[in-house]
């Protein structure tokens, strides 16, 4: 089956079987390997991308649901200069991150809830990203990263 999308602001055409989950297309015939695989089950969010810019699950979506449609993943997040999104220098700076595997779809996630809620408090935060776990940081310094990204997405 051909689906065509748009990937990262690429036109791309994948030839994939019908059953080919978006995270098995993104990862292992687009190689963007920084949409990770953590649960299978839609638990962790690990494999969080942005779909036409709302956060979704990519381990839970079929290729052939976003024909036609525009995927971001974290590689197609930051400028094309190497200049991060606000959101990951914010990441960068509050320390919302340890070991890493959760970084990209929390950081997709946050994207998508400051899209749609910049104003946002800590509670509110919390809130939304829990469908993104973290096994390192107790959340503290995301929740900080999310509210300076917020603030620096809407200047």
């Known amino acids: 089956m051909q ?6 602001g690429k036109p791309v055409t994948l030839d994939a079987p019908p059953h080919t989950l978006l995270v098995q297309a993104v990862r292992e015939h687009l190689r963007l ?3 990770h695989v953590g ?12 779909l036409d810019g709302m956060a979704v699950k990519s381990c ?19 400028q094309a200069d190497g200049t991060l999104h606000p959101m990951q220098a914010a990441f960068k ?3 919302g991150l340890q070991c890493g595997f959760c970084t990209p779809g929390m950081v997709l996630s946050s994207v998508s809830l400051c899209t749609s809620n910049p104003d946002a408090n800590a509670g509110e935060i919390r809130e939304l990203l829990e469908g993104n776990l973290c096994r390192c940081t107790g959340y503290q310094n995301i929740v900080k990263a999310v509210q300076q990204g917020a603030v620096a997405m809407k200047a």
């Open 39 to 50: 649960c299978d089950t839609a638990q962790c969010g690990a494999c969080t991308v942005l």
């Open 60 to 78: 839970n979506m079929l290729l052939a649901q976003v024909a036609g449609r525009a995927v971001t993943t974290i590689e197609g997040l930051a």
């Open 3 to 8: 689906v065509q999308l748009t990937v990262n």
């Open 33 to 35: 390997t920084g949409t």
């Open 93 to 95: 700076e509050c320390h």
